[in-house]
C-alpha cells in the first residue's frame, strides 16, 4: 500500500495560468496510466490516459507526460478555467483491469 | 438512461446491521467493481468482477462480501457494519477494451453510527 497523510496536496493556481499535477507510481508493469477529475460529490471521470511505451500524449487543454525512467506522471492544463478546480487523481491500470489510484491532489483554480 | 446508478446515494445506519449497496450498469459491461474512497486514501478497491458470477478480492475486502449473478448488477454488502467502514463508496465499469477506463457512478455515502 501507499503511505499518504491526512490532507491532500494543493494546487492554487490563477485563472489562464497553466497547471501542472504531479504523480508518482509503482508498478513498472503497469501498461496503461489515467487520470481522471472529480468534482465535489461526484464520481471520477476520465480526462486522459497514456500507454505505457508512450511518452507524451495531448488532449483538448491537457497534455500527459511518462517519465518511466523515475516512475513519474504529470498532467499538465493549459488555460487552466474555474471549471478545471477539482481533485485530480492519476492511475495505473493493473492486471485484470483493475486500476490503482494515487493519494489525488486539489486543483484550486483563482479568479 | 444509460449508465451506471448506485443506491442509495445516502445511508446512515447503526454498528452491526447488514447494508447492502447496489449498483446497476446498462452498458453490459464485463468488468465491475467497488471503491471505497476516505480523505487521504484516494480510492482503495473492495472487489471486482471479471463477469457474472466470477468475483475476487481487491486491496480492502474484509467485512464486504459481493455477489454477480448479472452481468448488469454488483451489490456489495456489509455484513455486519462497523464504524470504520463509515465511507463513500464507487461502483465502476469497463468492458476492459483498450486502456480500460473505468466509468464511475456517483457515490453511496454510508455513515455507521
Known amino acids: 500500500g501507499e503511505s499518504v497523510g491526512l490532507h491532500l496536496p494543493t494546487l492554487s493556481v490563477q485563472e489562464g495560468d497553466n497547471s501542472i499535477i504531479n504523480c508518482a507510481y509503482s508498478n513498472s508493469a503497469s501498461d496503461y496510466f489515467i487520470w481522471y477529475k472529480q468534482e465535489s460529490g461526484k464520481g471520477p471521470q476520465f480526462i486522459i490516459d497514456i500507454r505505457s511505451n508512450m511518452d507524451k500524449r495531448q488532449g483538448q487543454r491537457v497534455t500527459v507526460l511518462l517519465n518511466k525512467t523515475v516512475k513519474h506522471l504529470s498532467l499538465q492544463i493549459a488555460a487552466t478555467q474555474p471549471g478545471d478546480s477539482a481533485v485530480y487523481f492519476c492511475a495505473e491500470k493493473t492486471k485484470g483491469n483493475k486500476l490503482v489510484f494515487g493519494a489525488g491532489t486539489i486543483l484550486r483554480v483563482k479568479s | 438512461d444509460a449508465g451506471i446508478t448506485q443506491s442509495p446515494r445516502y445511508k446512515i445506519t447503526e454498528t452491526g446491521r447488514q447494508v447492502t449497496l447496489m449498483c446497476h450498469q446498462t452498458?453490459?459491461?464485463?468488468?465491475m467493481f467497488w471503491y471505497r474512497q476516505d480523505l487521504g486514501h484516494g480510492l482503495r478497491l473492495i472487489y471486482y468482477?471479471?463477469?457474472?458470477?466470477?468475483?475476487d478480492k481487491g486491496e480492502v475486502p474484509d467485512g464486504y462480501v459481493v455477489s454477480r449473478s448479472k452481468t448488469e448488477n454488483f451489490p456489495l454488502t456489509l455484513e455486519s457494519a462497523t464504524r470504520s467502514q463509515t465511507s463513500v463508496y464507487f461502483c465502476a465499469s469497463t468492458n476492459g477494451k483498450g486502456t480500460g477506463e473505468l466509468f464511475f457512478g456517483e457515490g453511496s455515502r454510508l455513515t455507521v453510527l
Open positions: 452498458w453490459s459491461h464485463s468488468y
Open positions: 468482477s471479471a463477469a457474472a458470477d466470477i468475483t
